[in-house]
C-alpha cells in the first residue's frame, strides 16, 4: 500500500526564525516518519507553505486537485488547525481515495508537541478506513463534517448535536 503524505503548512511546521518570528518550514512528516523507523512505502511532498488562516478557496482547490490526481489511493493532509475542518469539508466527495487530514496544536519542533501522536493516528487510519475524507485529531478518527475545533481546550471534538 502507498501512502501520500500532502503538507500544507500549519502550525506542524512551524519554526521560529532567527529573528524570532513563527514561520512555516519543510514539512515534518519526513522526520517524524523516519524516528517511526516505518518499513511503509510513504511519499511527502509539499503542496504550500502556509499559515492555515491564510489559506483560500484557490488553495483548498489546488489540495482538492492534488488528492484526485496521486496515484496513491491513501492520502495524509497536514494542515494547520485553525481551518482544518474547513479544508475537510471542502474535500468531501472526493472519491475512489481514503483521506485522512491531522495537525497539531504545538508545532512538530517542540518537545511539547501532539504532532508525532496526530500523525501516527492519520497513518493507520488511512490504512483501515474506507474511502471518503476523515480528521485525525485529539485521539479521535471522525468523518469531515463531523468534527469541531474546540478553542478552549485545543483540541478536536465531534460536532455536538443541532
Same mark, same amino acid.
Given at each position: 500500500?502507498?501512502?501520500? *503524505?500532502?503538507?500544507?503548512?500549519?502550525? /506542524?511546521?512551524?519554526?521560529?526564525?532567527?529573528?524570532?518570528?513563527?514561520? *512555516?518550514?519543510?514539512?515534518?512528516? +519526513?522526520?517524524?516518519?523516519? =524516528? %517511526?523507523?516505518?518499513?511503509?512505502?510513504? #511519499? *511527502?511532498?509539499? *503542496?504550500?507553505?502556509?499559515?492555515?488562516?491564510?489559506?483560500?478557496?484557490?488553495?483548498?482547490?489546488?489540495i482538492r486537485r492534488r488528492? &484526485?490526481?496521486?496515484?496513491?489511493?491513501?492520502?495524509? /493532509?497536514?494542515?494547520?488547525?485553525?481551518?482544518? #475542518?474547513?479544508?475537510?469539508?471542502?474535500? =468531501?466527495?472526493?472519491?475512489?481515495?481514503?483521506?485522512?487530514? #491531522?495537525?497539531? /496544536? &504545538?508545532?512538530?519542533?517542540?518537545?511539547? #508537541?501532539?504532532?508525532?501522536?496526530n500523525l501516527g493516528l492519520? /497513518?493507520?487510519?488511512? &490504512? +483501515?478506513?474506507?474511502?471518503?475524507?476523515?480528521?485525525?485529531?485529539?485521539?479521535?478518527?471522525?468523518? %469531515?463534517? %463531523?468534527?469541531?475545533k474546540d478553542h478552549t =481546550?485545543?483540541?478536536?471534538?465531534? =460536532?455536538? %448535536?443541532?
Amino acid at each position: 500500500m502507498r501512502i501520500l *503524505v500532502l503538507a500544507t503548512g500549519g502550525t /506542524i511546521d512551524a519554526e521560529y526564525s532567527l529573528r524570532g518570528e513563527i514561520e *512555516v518550514g519543510p514539512p515534518m512528516a +519526513t522526520p517524524i516518519l523516519e =524516528r %517511526a523507523r516505518t518499513v511503509l512505502d510513504v #511519499t *511527502v511532498e509539499s *503542496v504550500c507553505r502556509k499559515d492555515s488562516r491564510d489559506l483560500d478557496d484557490a488553495d483548498r482547490d489546488l489540495i482538492r486537485r492534488r488528492v &484526485q490526481a496521486a496515484d496513491a489511493e491513501h492520502v495524509v /493532509i497536514t494542515h494547520g488547525t485553525d481551518s482544518l #475542518t474547513t479544508t475537510a469539508e471542502h474535500l =468531501r466527495g472526493v472519491t475512489g481515495k481514503v483521506v485522512v487530514l #491531522t495537525g497539531a /496544536i &504545538q508545532p512538530a519542533r517542540m518537545s511539547d #508537541t501532539d504532532a508525532a501522536f496526530n500523525l501516527g493516528l492519520a /497513518i493507520a487510519a488511512v &490504512q +483501515t478506513l474506507p474511502t471518503g475524507v476523515y480528521i485525525a485529531m485529539s485521539g479521535r478518527v471522525l468523518p %469531515a463534517g %463531523a468534527v469541531v475545533k474546540d478553542h478552549t =481546550r485545543g483540541l478536536f471534538i465531534e =460536532r455536538p %448535536a443541532e
